[in-house]
């Protein structure tokens, strides 16, 4: 089973990461913590990173795979009839930080 998902890794973020200098902090904003949410839901409802890539790959791959935003649909490695969930799950990994729902939505939702 591959390894939990960095949580401070959201495409936004990844993306920052490596086009700043190494000394510069990167301030992650509430958008980028629903996607973390949503990968880390990710990753206990399959077993499955969100995001594919290798253990063994350097870091610097990792945030490469992360800022393009492509992730893994959730009935292709576990398929289960909880249409909501998937939905809020793929919601969450949206790549574009507005489209996904506030935690006031999420938190209305459910």
Do not use: N
Request: with cysteine; proline share 10%.
């Amino acid at each position: 089973m591959p390894g939990r998902p960095h949580p401070h890794h959201r495409p936004e973020t990844a993306t920052a990461i490596l086009t700043t200098p190494a000394d510069t902090h990167i301030q992650a904003h509430p958008a980028a913590d629903v996607w973390g949410l949503g990968a880390s839901l990710f990753w206990c409802w399959t077993g499955h990173r969100p995001v594919s890539y290798s253990d063994d790959v350097s870091r610097t791959e990792k945030l490469r795979a992360i800022a393009k935003g492509s992730t893994t649909a959730v009935r292709d490695v576990r398929p289960w009839p909880f249409a909501a969930f998937e939905e809020t799950l793929t919601a969450c990994l949206s790549v574009a930080p507005a489209a996904r729902p506030t935690i006031e939505e999420l938190a209305a939702s459910w």
